[in-house]
C-alpha cells in the first residue's frame, strides 16, 4: 500500500504562484509514475500533470506554460509549481501514484484562485 499526503492548498489571487507538494510513503519501491489530477465543482476530475520515475513529464494543453511538475525520487515527493493562477484553476487538486498494479490517490487540496 501507499499512501500519499498533500500539502496544504490555499487561496491566493490571480496572477500569484503556488506550490504542492505530495509525499508517498509506504510501498514506494511500487511507484511507476506521480501526478496531480484536479476537480473543479460540477465537472470531473482531470490530469494536470504527471511525471514518471525516469523524469519524463506530460501536462494538460491548459497548463502547459504555466505548471512546473517536478520530482524528488529519495524524498519519494512530487511537486506542482503553478505560477501565473488563474480563477479557472480553482479546484480541489488530488496527488496521484500509480503502483504496479494500483492507483493511489491523495486526499485532495483545495486552491481557490480569486479574481
Known amino acids: 500500500q501507499v499512501q500519499l499526503v498533500e500539502s496544504r492548498g490555499g487561496l491566493v489571487q490571480a496572477g500569484q504562484s503556488l506550490r504542492l507538494s505530495c509525499a508517498a510513503s509506504?510501498?514506494?519501491?511500487?511507484?511507476?509514475?506521480m501526478g496531480w489530477y484536479r476537480q473543479a465543482p460540477g465537472k470531473q476530475r482531470e490530469l494536470v500533470a504527471r511525471i514518471t520515475s525516469g523524469g519524463m513529464t506530460n501536462y494538460a494543453d491548459s497548463m502547459k506554460g504555466r505548471f512546473t511538475i517536478s520530482r524528488d525520487n529519495a524524498k519519494n515527493t512530487v511537486y506542482l509549481q503553478m505560477n501565473s493562477l488563474k480563477p479557472e484553476d480553482t479546484a480541489v487538486y488530488y496527488c496521484n501514484a500509480e503502483g504496479k498494479r494500483l492507483i493511489y490517490w491523495g486526499q485532495g487540496t483545495q486552491v481557490t484562485v480569486s479574481s
Open positions: 509506504g510501498s514506494t519501491s511500487s511507484i511507476n509514475a
